[in-house]
Every structure is written in structure tokens, then in C-alpha cells.
């Protein structure tokens, strides 16, 4: 009887003392920092998914109320009903306003790293962030700017003026321009730029 509990005594303590630091995780590899989430990392999703908006139901929304677009009465009927009547209220495409400012935060988290070893990818978040942002400020007049992307920090951000966005989008681009002017030890930007494959020429003459 001693000699089994001498056994499981064994058994126990070896578990305990080789686990003792299964536990002990301080980094979540599920939810990365990020120092890990590194700019070039960022930039290609970012870029995508904000193109995704843009290039779904943006385009739908811009051709439909250009009248370019029709629906197939052949197929269905009552198609763009709430487009063609107008029928304008606060869920109007508004996955267009929830989408962009869910993906521009990507690139706001781009600007916001830090180290300016990233600066070509910095400018290139500031040159994509004033391309949307001024698509939100076209869609929909004032809009949080200088409070967005704060996440848990600010869940109830203030609504900037929407000519006084204008002007920053403005010297936002300004800010890009001089960053890839003066960013000749920085990192070189790949493939992870699905626009221009790195070719900061073109992101500085916006081409």
C-alpha cells in the first residue's frame, strides 16, 4: 500500500513541476501586439479590404443614383426600389459608413506604429486614410475624424466640421509626400503593396 502512494505521490509531483509553466503565457499568439503586427504585415489586408467597399457597394450606390444603372424587370421586379424612390433613411447603405471606417482603421494603426522604420508604409496609410476618409466626407457631411479610430479608448468620438476634414485630408497627403521624401533608409516596401508593387514614385505624384 506505501509503495502505490509512493507511486502516485511520484506521479503528481513530476506532472506539477513539469506543467508549472504550462499556464504561464504572456503572450496570446491568438491576439497578437502590436510590436508583432508590423506595418508591412498591415498594409496588403488594409488595402483590400478597403477596396472591397469601395469597389462593391460603393460602385453599386454611384451608378444606381447616376442612373447608369438599371434593374433587370425581366428577372425581378422592385429592383433598386429604395434608390429610384429615394427612400433615404438612417440603414441606407450603411454598411458603406460601418465598412470603411472598420477597414481605415487599419491604416490608422499603420500611421500610429511606432519607429520610422516604416515610413513608406506610414505614407502610404496616410495617402489610402484621406482617399476614404474623403468618400465619407462626401456620403455623409460631418464625420468623427480626429476622435475615430481610438477603439475602447473613445467609443462615443466627437463629429468634426466637414470642411475642416477637408483641409486635413489635404495636409494628411502633404504629410505622405514628405515622409517618402525623406525616408531613404526605411524599409523598402514588397509585394505587400498590391497597388503599385513598392513603387513609392507613383504614391508620391498619387498616379
Request: charged fraction near 15%; charge should be negative; aromatic fraction near 12%.
Given at each position: 500500500m506505501k509503495t502505490k502512494f509512493n507511486i502516485i505521490l511520484l506521479v503528481i509531483l513530476t506532472i506539477t513541476m513539469s506543467c508549472s509553466n504550462y499556464l504561464d503565457i504572456?503572450?496570446?499568439?491568438?491576439?497578437?501586439?502590436?510590436?508583432?503586427?508590423?506595418?508591412?504585415?498591415?498594409?496588403?489586408?488594409?488595402?483590400?479590404?478597403?477596396?472591397?467597399?469601395?469597389?462593391?457597394?460603393?460602385?453599386?450606390?454611384?451608378?444606381?443614383?447616376?442612373?447608369?444603372?438599371?434593374?433587370?424587370?425581366?428577372?425581378?421586379?422592385?429592383?433598386?426600389?429604395?434608390?429610384?424612390?429615394?427612400?433615404?433613411?438612417?440603414?441606407?447603405?450603411?454598411?458603406?459608413?460601418?465598412?470603411?471606417?472598420?477597414?481605415?482603421?487599419?491604416?490608422?494603426?499603420?500611421?500610429?506604429?511606432?519607429?520610422?522604420?516604416?515610413?513608406?508604409?506610414?505614407?502610404?496609410?496616410?495617402?489610402m486614410k484621406a482617399y476614404y476618409f474623403q468618400y465619407l466626407v462626401d456620403l455623409y457631411g460631418d464625420i468623427p475624424y480626429t476622435e475615430a479610430h481610438k477603439g475602447i479608448d473613445n467609443l462615443t468620438p466627437s463629429y468634426d466640421d466637414d470642411a475642416t476634414i477637408y483641409r486635413s485630408l489635404v495636409t494628411e497627403i502633404d504629410e505622405a509626400i514628405a515622409l517618402i521624401a525623406s525616408s531613404?533608409?526605411?524599409?523598402?516596401?514588397g509585394s505587400e503593396d498590391i497597388v503599385y508593387g513598392g513603387a513609392m514614385s507613383n504614391w508620391a505624384t498619387c498616379r
Open positions: 504572456n503572450d496570446n499568439p491568438n491576439s497578437p501586439s502590436a510590436d508583432v503586427v508590423t506595418p508591412d504585415l498591415v498594409l496588403a489586408g488594409a488595402l483590400a479590404s478597403t477596396y472591397r467597399q469601395q469597389a462593391r457597394r460603393m460602385n453599386i450606390l454611384g451608378n444606381v443614383m447616376m442612373n447608369r444603372w438599371g434593374a433587370n424587370v425581366n428577372a425581378f421586379t422592385g429592383g433598386f426600389s429604395e434608390e429610384f424612390s429615394l427612400a433615404i433613411d438612417n440603414g441606407f447603405y450603411d454598411d458603406i459608413y460601418d465598412g470603411l471606417y472598420l477597414t481605415t482603421a487599419n491604416f490608422q494603426a499603420i500611421i500610429d506604429y511606432d519607429g520610422s522604420e516604416y515610413n513608406n508604409h506610414k505614407a502610404i496609410a496616410k495617402i531613404g533608409s526605411a524599409t523598402a516596401v
